[in-house]
């Protein structure tokens, strides 16, 4: 049954929104369908896959597990806040120059996930890539490349500034 | 041709909107006054629909229409199949696009609901109340053709939809043979899950009559000629548009119920509806892959000479006829059971199976992974059988160089090969002799190390129309190009292919940027619309880059011989006279005088002064028919260690060394292995559909369906070697789906490999802790390794 409808405001890829939801909505849809923010994609009904992850307050989470009124308040970067003033973000250049993508499916969520931990864990190796991998499914590229993308993104950002997560802080209290 | 574009790993043009979330998939697509749409699914896998309630659902707020399938009778046709083998007796029974009394699987289709908003599809579909009678039901095929096993089809006695038999003689060849090795394999049911779900959008264009149909297809065209006639639209007032698609490998191939009643329902409300499946509803409903079991002999010499093969083989198809369901079991795997050997003699024989599960059909691969696993796997155990190293065996057997082109024993012509040539440098790159020494030393230890190969040919890049035809396709395999070259000397390709994430949006470029001298920026792809693209067969079977890029080659040569008459009456030399080299058109001989292709089609659009004879415009198209498939083939290992005390399996080491031709963008056809690899370790080691008794899926979700994920993946390491197909004006063979097919055989005899001190033979698959360590514990109870 439709619900009774609640009002959120929050700061998506830097811009502030308000909005009225059911409570039952779930981020991931919020996002698409009443934000028109399609990039964020939805693979799965089980949390499963990865596809739908977003930062919120910086933190890499799965929309789809978020409903939409507890974002009420939290600063939202989807893939279409990632570029940095127009500037890809470097795991958006390395995606592309290490083929980390190829139906571009899973990618938005792969990119959130990746820009998370070339962040917060820029010395990541190899295999603690595969492990912070863990939470995405991507059924093209069996991985190899994705992780080859991961540690150019750490070599990229090592040559750059500000970490995204840093930009995501702020704003609107919860 | 001077420019290297050709061969470079030019980064993908498709990228730049893929990595900013600007991707146009069908569900992204939002109309003015949409509708949502969701389909009730039977719970049951067999029963009698007796009584349908929808009274409460249309009274919902928001609920705008539910239908029922008998209200749907006769207005929507029977979902077809197009594949139609010949001589196999097919029953081609009815599907009705919602069931009006009786489902066959968990999943049926019975009503369809039209809301107003996403939200209230589950909360409309929950209130419609359906009374069944649950009947008796059958999941497995060896099961559903016993006496007695109920029955799907009244029209398909024993529940068998197809028999199909071809081949040789090899009784004669089994008689006299030194050696027989027969072995049964069970190929397990697989789930495609392309991480994007199955989707559509229909918009019905009230004034015009048009309707147009964004859908998750990987072939737009087969959608629109199977849907205006199941619609009795006619075909040119239906376009079927599919954008960004997010995967398909094989399972957005087929015309499936739900795209048709969404388009039924936009057109009947005049208003825009649209689909998209959870992926629970995927798990359920979109096709599955493999599910064979099949019983194959050997027979060989002493000496390893394989003297015959013979296979007789239990295809589950599901309960309905999917597009390509029956094609696959059948030509895609029957043809090509000897795999890269040269066998004497070697016979097919296929039984299509109706059972109360999810249709199957196309899965990457469809057919050649199922052959490639048998004969991969046989020919380990025979030179187990005999002791010799499989290595040795398969040098004495696989096809020879001096052979090409190489008749099989079904009457297939491969085109080209080295096979011993991919065979070495793959042994090379692993140090296969060094392996085998470790292996034995760990073996000292009570440590199991396993080394498999897989020493594969594909038929793929379908194919010859004739072929089609012959083989009972109900379509050309033909592929159509049109090169448009715009006045400012810009570019658009329009290809019939319908890419989904193998790159053609580049490849392609770069093909015609290699030929005209034009920039990979100036020249943009168009693929996957039913209104710009006259006509094409669509992407599948490895065939976009050997089949449409052929077209796609001629179109240009088209365009560059126009551009050169025109050039030559600029110039005032004769036409033969005129060479053609980066972009630019020379007087033979004479590097000091030219025009440039943009000059030149400027001037083929000013038209104001061209040659007598040739009009204005600078554009062709090509359709080309190709005259063979093309045969990718290599040798993959992969190297394994088994857990004696858990069972686990870990792959250490993966090499693929792999022939496709010449290739275009070496960072795409990696990145085609690397993935197809993945899904062939995952068919090996982790996924498998299961039903439980009452033919409830108790794989459905992601939770319980085992996708392989990055931690259980080694680095994986590609090699090629380069020879050409003779047979399509670039050269290459298909590369899409090699990965798949050689890699599940790889792993499993590797495996195999590690529990020879066991005495273990054969596992079926997935090669899970609990089956590979339930065997070791077995043989230790009998007294194998201790
Ligand atoms: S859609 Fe969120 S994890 Fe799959
Ligand atoms: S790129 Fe297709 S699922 Fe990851």
């Keep these: ?174 | 041709m001077s420019q290297a574009i050709f061969g470079e790993r030019v980064q993908r043009k498709e990228d730049v909107r893929l990595v900013r979330g600007r991707g146009q998939y069908t569900d992204d697509i939002q109309l003015p006054g949409m509708l949502y749409a969701g389909i009730l699914r039977s719970p049951h896998a067999h029963a009698r629909i007796k009584r349908i309630d929808t009274s409460a659902a249309e009274q919902m707020d928001g609920v705008v229409k539910v239908y029922t399938g008998r209200d749907l009778k006769g207005r929507i046709g029977s979902i077809p199949t197009a594949w139609i083998p010949p001589d196999s007796d097919l029953k081609a029974v009815e599907h009705p696009a919602l069931a009006y009394d009786t489902v066959r699987y968990v999943g049926d289709g019975v009503a369809l609901v039209i809301v107003t908003e996403r939200a209230l599809v589950e909360d409309a579909l929950e209130a419609i109340r359906v009374e069944y009678e649950p009947l008796p039901s059958v999941t497995d095929q060896m099961a559903a053709i016993q006496a007695g096993a109920p029955l799907l089809h009244e029209g398909a006695p024993s529940n068998i939809a197809l028999h199909w038999k071809v081949g040789t003689d090899t009784e004669a060849a089994f008689q006299g043979a030194p050696v027989v090795v027969r072995q049964t394999f069970r190929q397990q049911r697989l789930i495609p899950n392309p991480m994007e779900p199955r989707a559509t959008v229909a918009q019905y264009d009230t004034v015009t009559g048009e309707l147009t149909v964004w859908a998750t297809t990987q072939n737009p065209h087969i959608h629109r000629f199977l849907m205006a006639n199941i619609l009795g639209i006619p075909e040119h007032k239906l376009r079927v548009v599919a954008q960004d698609v997010g995967g398909g490998f094989g399972s957005k191939i087929a015309c499936y119920p739900d795209e048709v009643l969404v388009s039924y329902a936009a057109r009947d409300l005049g208003r825009p509806v649209k689909w998209t499946e959870s992926r629970s509803e995927h798990f359920l409903v979109t096709t599955h892959g493999r599910d064979h079991v099949d019983e194959v002999e050997l027979a060989g010499t002493q000496d390893g000479r394989i003297l015959a093969i013979r296979v007789r083989a239990y295809a589950n198809l599901g309960a309905y006829l999917s597009t390509a369901g029956p094609g696959v079991p059948t030509i895609l795997f029957g043809l090509i059971v000897n795999g890269a050997y040269d066998i004497p003699q070697a016979s097919s024989e296929v039984y299509g199976i109706f059972t109360n599960t999810t249709p199957v059909d196309a899965y990457r691969g469809a057919g050649r992974p199922e052959a490639t696993y048998l004969i991969e796997r046989i020919v380990d155990r025979y030179a187990q059988e005999i002791g010799m190293d499989p290595v040795e065996v398969r040098r004495r057997n696989l096809v020879k160089k001096e052979q090409f082109p190489f008749t099989n024993p079904f009457g297939l012509t491969y085109d080209s090969g080295n096979y011993h040539q991919a065979l070495d440098l793959a042994l090379k790159t692993v140090d296969y002799e060094a392996l085998r020494r470790e292996q034995e030393a760990l073996r000292q230890q009570g440590k199991y190390i396993g080394i498999g190969l897989s020493t594969y040919v594909e038929m793929c890049g379908l194919g010859p129309s004739q072929v089609a035809g012959a083989v009972g396709f109900q379509g050309g395999l033909w592929e159509s190009a049109l090169v448009r070259i715009h006045p400012t000397g810009k570019v658009t390709v329009f290809t019939g292919a319908s890419p989904h994430g193998q790159g053609e949006e580049t490849t392609f470029a770069q093909i015609v940027a290699e030929r005209l001298g034009v920039s990979v920026e100036d020249i943009d792809v168009v693929h996957g619309d039913t209104d710009r693209i006259s006509m094409g067969w669509g992407t599948y079977g490895s065939r976009t880059t050997a089949v449409g890029g052929g077209a796609l080659a001629l179109a240009v040569d088209r365009v560059v011989a126009k551009a050169k008459r025109i050039a030559a009456h600029m110039l005032e030399v004769p036409e033969e006279a005129v060479e053609f080299q980066s972009g630019r058109f020379y007087p033979e001989g004479n590097r000091d005088r030219s025009v440039s292709l943009q000059e030149v089609t400027l001037q083929a659009y000013l038209a104001w002064n061209l040659p007598a004879g040739v009009e204005p415009g600078l554009e062709a198209s090509a359709f080309y028919d190709p005259t063979n498939f093309t045969y990718p083939f290599g040798t993959h290992v992969a190297v394994v260690s088994v857990d004696a005390d858990t069972g686990e399996v870990r792959l250490l080491r993966y090499v693929a060394v792999d022939d496709c031709g010449p290739v275009i963008n070496p960072m795409i056809v990696e990145g085609q292995v690397h993935g197809g690899i993945a899904q062939g370790v995952g068919q090996a080691l982790y996924e498998g559909a299961r039903y439980d008794d009452d033919g409830q899926l108790v794989t459905g979700s992601f939770l319980d369906y085992a996708m392989p994920r990055a931690r259980f993946l080694p680095r994986l390491e590609t090699l090629n070697t380069v020879t050409p197909s003779p047979h399509n004006p670039l050269g290459v063979k298909g590369v899409g789906e090699t990965g798949t097919i050689a890699s599940t055989p790889a792993v499993v005899n590797a495996v195999i490999d590690a529990l020879t001190p066991f005495g273990i033979t054969d596992l079926p698959m997935p090669l899970t802790p609990p089956t590979v360590w339930s065997a070791i514990h077995a043989a230790r109870q009998t007294g194998g390794a201790s």
């Excluded at chain 1, 977003?54 to 799965?62: H, I, M, Q, S």
């Excluded at chain 1, 993104?153 to 997560?165: D, G, I």
């Design chain 1, 1 to 174: 049954m439709a619900e009774e409808r609640v009002a959120i405001q929050l700061i998506v890829n830097g811009r502030a929104v308000r909005g009225q939801v059911e409570p039952r909505m779930l981020l991931a849809y919020y996002l698409r369908d009443e934000l028109g923010l399609t990039g964020t994609h939805v693979g799965c009904d089980t949390s499963q896959c990865g596809a739908c992850t977003v930062l919120l307050d910086g933190l890499a989470v799965k929309s789809c597990t978020v409903l939409a009124v507890q974002a009420d308040g939290c600063h939202v970067t989807t893939v279409e806040g990632l570029a940095e003033d127009g500037q890809p973000h470097p795991v958006q250049q390395a995606f592309q120059e290490e083929h980390g993508l190829q139906c571009g499916f899973c990618t938005p969520g792969a990119l959130m996930l990746s820009a998370w931990l070339v962040d917060h864990h820029p010395q990541a190796d190899e295999a603690a890539i595969r492990e912070a991998l863990d939470g995405l499914i991507c059924r093209c590229t069996g991985y190899e490349n994705i992780v080859r993308a991961i540690q150019r993104a750490q070599a990229l950002r090592q040559e750059t500034a500000e970490p995204l997560a840093g930009r995501a802080q702020g704003g609107v209290s919860r």
